[in-house]
C-alpha cells in the first residue's frame, strides 16, 4: 500500500485512460463494440490504470488419458507497470498453470489454451515457439519456487546468469559476465567476483533465490511472474526476498505477478489480489478491498487458516475438505461442497448454477462469484469477529 | 581439480598392482605346473622338467618368484634355456616359450589393434547410442520414439555374436556393403586403418548403441522433466540449446557410469569381434594362448586388459567429474 499508483484506485474503472507509468504500457486499440468494452471492464486492473498485462478469458485444458482437465477457466486479470498482482489459491487452483502460459511455458502438444493474454498490446496466445522465446527471460521473467531444483546444478551461478544475459543480447562473454556481476551485487550478494564461478550447491537457500532474482532480471523484463518465491526459504530469509523484490520493482518499475498461497505475503507485497480456486478467479480487487473487505467464503476461509498470535490457544480453522478434481468439478459454484454458507442461498442456485463473477457493490472493480446477496453483512456479524 | 585427479590416478596404480598380484598368483601359486606346460605332453623327460624348473627359477620361492618378475617389468630381465639366454628387454612381461618371444612383443604389436577397436565402440555408443536416445526423450510418446525403442529392444534380445556374424556373413562376403574387416596400422595408413575398422567397430558398437539409446533415453526423460529445465526455457533458450545442453548434462552422468561398468564388458565383446573378423588384437592372442597353454602370454595379456580397463576407468573418472562438479568436492 506504499505506492502512489495506489490513490488511482479510487478513481473510475470504466475507462482504459488511466495514468501511463513510466514504462510506458500501450492500450490495445481494437474495435470498441459494446461486448468488447464490457469483457474488457472486466480485465481492467482494478486500480484503473493501463494494464501492461492484460489476461482476458484465458482457458488451460490438459487432454489427458481420464479426459480433459480444466487447470484454468476463463480467467481474466490485468496488471499494470509498477505495480504487483498476488494471485492465491490452494495447490491445483490453476495459478502456477496460468502464468506458465503467460510464459508460454506449456508445451503445445499437450496443452489446449484459449482466450487471449496480451504484453503491452501484443496478442501471446496462438504465437509460434520461435516468437515466444524471444518475449520469455526478456520482456517477462519468472523467478521460480524452490532454488535448488530450478537453478542448473552442473553450471556455475555466473554461467547461467550470463546465459541469460546472452539470449537476448549479441554481447562478448566479458560484456555478459559484467552485467552478470553487477546483477549479483544489485540483489545483494555479496563478494560478486568469487560468487560468480560457484556452484548453486555452494549458496545457501536466501543466496541461492537471489541468484534466481539477478538470473530473471538481468535483461530488465517488464513483466516478473514470481511463483511462490519464498517458500522454500525460511521466514527470516523471507523477509530479505520480499523486500528486495519491493526494492527492484521500485528501480526496474517493472509490474509483478506473484503466486502464493501465503496471505501474508499478499498483504506484505500486493496492490491487487486475484483469488483463484479449481480454475476460476472466485475474488478480484485491490489488496485492501480483497483483504479487509472480502466478500467470498473462499475468500473468508483462507483468512480464517492464518494462525494468528491472539489466537495461540485455540485450534486452526482449515477449510473443510478437499479441493475438487479437476476432471470433475462440482456443477453450479465449484466451492459449493466445502462452502459453510451454500444454505443460505434460496433454492438449489449453489449447486446449479455457476455464480457470475460480479462487482461485489453493484459498481467497481472488487469482483467475486458468490450467490450470497448479504455477504458483507455475513463477514461483518460473522466473520470479521473471527480474525481478531 | 588437480588433486582429484592425482587421488584417482593412485588409486587406479593400486588397482594395476593387486592385477598383477592376483595374476601371479592365479597362474603360479594355483595347482596348475608352469614347467610342465613349458616342456609340453610330448619328449618331456624328467631331466629336462628340472632344467626347465631350474633355468626359469620355478624352484624358488614365490615371493622371490614374484619379485622377479615385477622387476623385470621395470627393468628388464633374461630367461636362459636350455644353454640359450633370451634377452627380455623392460617392460617385460616374461617370455613365450611355445613362439620362443618375449610376451612385450608379441603383445605390443596388438594392444592398438584391440584399443581401436575399444575406443572406436566408446565413441559411436557415446555419441550414436546417447544421440537416439536424447532424440527419443525429446519425442517420447510419439510413434517414432516407440518405434525407435521397441526396434532397439528386439535387437539387443538377439545374441550378439549372432548379430555379428550374420552381418559379417551377409554385409562383408555374400553383399560387400560394408568393406572387409582387416587391421592396418593407423601410422600406415589411416585411411585403411578406418576401412579395415569400420564394420568390426559397426557390428561391436551399433548392437551397443541400441542399449545406450534406452539408457540415455530413460535419463534424458527424467531430467527433462526437472525444474532447472523449464528455468531453461524460461530463459528463452531454444529447445535445442535446452535439450543438448542443460539437460543432456546432467542426463549423460548415469549414462558415463553405465559406460564406466560397461568397459570390461566391451573387452569381452572385443574377443568375439576379433575372432570374427580376424583381427590381430589381444582377444585373438589369448584365445590361441589358451589352446596351446602358453601361460607367460595369458598372464601378460590379463595384465594388459586390466591396464587398459583401468586407465579407461580413469578416464571416465574424470570425464565424471568434468560433467558434474560436485564429484570433485565430495
Known amino acids: 500500500m506504499t505506492t502512489p499508483a495506489n490513490d488511482a484506485s479510487k478513481g473510475p474503472r470504466d475507462t482504459m485512460t488511466g495514468t501511463v507509468p513510466s514504462g510506458g504500457g500501450v492500450a490495445p486499440e481494437r474495435n470498441p463494440s459494446v461486448a468488447t468494452r464490457e469483457r474488457r471492464t472486466a480485465a481492467i486492473s482494478p486500480s484503473g490504470e493501463t494494464p501492461y498485462l492484460v489476461v482476458e478469458d484465458l482457458t488451460v485444458q490438459f487432454p489427458t488419458a481420464d479426459g480433459l482437465v480444466s487447470a484454468v477457466n ?46 503491452g498490446g501484443d496478442e501471446l496466445v496462438g504465437l509460434s515457439e520461435n516468437e515466444l522465446m524471444k518475449i520469455r527471460g526478456d520482456a517477462v521473467a519468472m523467478v521460480f519456487q524452490d532454488p535448488q531444483s530450478s537453478l542448473h546444478p552442473l553450471y556455475t551461478v555466473g554461467n547461467q546468469i550470463s546465459e541469460a544475459y546472452r539470449v537476448h543480447h549479441k554481447v562478448t562473454k ?71 523484490l519491493n526494492n527492484l520493482q521500485k528501480e526496474f518499475g517493472s509490474a509483478i505477478v506473484l503466486i502464493t498461497h501465503d496471505l501474508g505475503v499478499v498483504a506484505e507485497m500486493a496492490d491487487d489480489v486475484l483469488v483463484m480456486y479449481a480454475g476460476r478467479c472466485v475474488e478480484y480487487g485491490t489488496a485492501e478491498d480483497v483483504l479487509a473487505r472480502p466478500r467470498m467464503p473462499y475468500t473468508w476461509g483462507l483468512l480464517e487458516s492464518i494462525p494468528t498470535v491472539s489466537a495461540a490457544n485455540e485450534r486452526l480453522r482449515p ?52 450467490h450470497l446477496h448479504d455477504k458483507a453483512s455475513i463477514y461483518e456479524a460473522e466473520v470479521a469477529p473471527r480474525l481478531g | 581439480m588437480l588433486y582429484f585427479v592425482a587421488r584417482r590416478l593412485f588409486s587406479a596404480l593400486s588397482v594395476v598392482l593387486a592385477t598383477l598380484i592376483v595374476t601371479f598368483a592365479l597362474f603360479f601359486i594355483a595347482p596348475t605346473d608352469p614347467a610342465a606346460a613349458i616342456c609340453g605332453e610330448r619328449n618331456c623327460t624328467q631331466e629336462r622338467y628340472n632344467d626347465i624348473k631350474e633355468n626359469l627359477h620355478l624352484d624358488r620361492p614365490k615371493v622371490q618368484q614374484f619379485a622377479e618378475y615385477t622387476a623385470g617389468i621395470f627393468v628388464g630381465r633374461t630367461f636362459e634355456t636350455s644353454g640359450v639366454v633370451q634377452d627380455c628387454k623392460a617392460p617385460c612381461l616374461g617370455f613365450s616359450f611355445k613362439s620362443n618371444r618375449p610376451v612385450t612383443e608379441m603383445l605390443s604389436s596388438r594392444i592398438p589393434v584391440t584399443v581401436s577397436l575399444v575406443a572406436g565402440y566408446s565413441v559411436l ?78 557390428v561391436l558398437g551399433i548392437y551397443s548403441c541400441t542399449q545406450y539409446a534406452r539408457y540415455s533415453r530413460g535419463s534424458m526423460v527424467e531430467t527433462l522433466s526437472e525444474d532447472y529445465i523449464r528455468t531453461a526455457r524460461a530463459k528463452g533458450l531454444s ?92
Open chain 1, 174 to 244: 566479458e560484456v555478459a559476465k559484467k552485467r552478470a556481476l553487477e546483477m549479483l551485487d544489485l540483489v545483494g550478494i555479496p563478494n560478486p567476483i568469487r560468487r560468480f564461478k560457484q556452484y548453486p550447491h555452494e549458496f545457501s537457500g536466501g543466496m541461492r533465490q537471489r541468484a534466481m532474482i539477478a538470473m530473471g532480471l538481468v535483461n530488465d523484463p517488464k513483466l516478473v511472474i514470481a511463483d511462490e518465491p519464498t517458500t522454500a526459504l525460511d521466514v527470516t530469509v523471507q523477509a530479505q526476498i520480499l523486500d528486495l
Open chain 1, 319 to 370: 477449510i473443510k475438505g478437499l479441493p475438487p478434481s479437476l476432471l470433475a468439478l462440482p456443477s453450479g459454484c465449484s466451492f459449493n461442497p466445502r462452502c459453510p454458507y451454500a444454505d443460505r442461498v434460496k433454492g438449489e442456485r449453489c449447486t446449479t448454477d455457476l455464480p457470475e463473477l460480479l462487482p461485489v457493490d453493484g459498481a467497481g472493480a472488487h469482483t467475486s462469484r458468490c
Open chain 2, 239 to 330: 529447445d535445442r540449446v535446452v535439450t543438448y545442453k542443460h539437460a543432456l548434462r546432467s542426463g549423460l552422468i548415469p549414462v558415463v557410469t553405465i559406460f564406466g561398468l560397461d568397459i570390461a564388458g566391451s573387452l569381452g565383446g572385443a574377443i568375439f569381434t576379433e575372432r570374427i573378423f580376424d583381427l590381430p588384437g589381444l582377444g585373438n592372442l589369448v584365445l590361441s594362448s589358451l589352446t596351446t597353454y602358453d601361460l607367460p602370454v595369458i598372464m601378460g595379456v590379463v595384465l594388459v586388459s586390466s591396464v587398459i580397463l583401468v586407465t579407461m576407468n580413469f578416464i571416465v573418472d574424470v570425464a565424471y567429474s568434468v560433467i558434474d562438479p560436485r564429484v570433485r568436492l565430495s
Open chain 2, 125 to 202: 555408443v557415446l555419441t550414436i547410442g546417447v544421440f537416439v536416445g536424447s532424440m527419443a526423450a525429446k519425442r517420447r510418446g510419439t510413434t517414432a520414439d516407440r518405434v525407435l525403442m521397441s526396434s532397439t529392444l528386439v535387437l539387443s534380445s538377439i545374441p550378439y555374436y549372432i548379430v555379428a556374424l550374420m552381418i559379417s556373413l551377409y554385409l562383408t562376403i555374400l553383399y560387400p556393403i560394408l568393406p572387409r574387416g582387416g587391421y592396418t596400422p593407423f601410422t600406415e595408413s589411416p585411411g585403411k586403418w578406418f576401412l579395415g575398422l569400420l564394420t568390426p567397430w559397426l
Open chain 1, 74 to 119: 476463463g480467467l481474466s486479470y490485468s496488471v499494470p507497470l509498477g505495480r504487483t498482482l498476488a494471485i492465491v489459491g490452494e495447490s491445483g487452483s490453476g495459478k502456477s498453470v496460468s502464468s506458465m502460459a503467460v510464459m508460454g511455458l506449456h508445451d503445445p502438444k499437450r496443452t489446449r489454451i484459449s482466450g487471449s493474454i496480451k504484453l
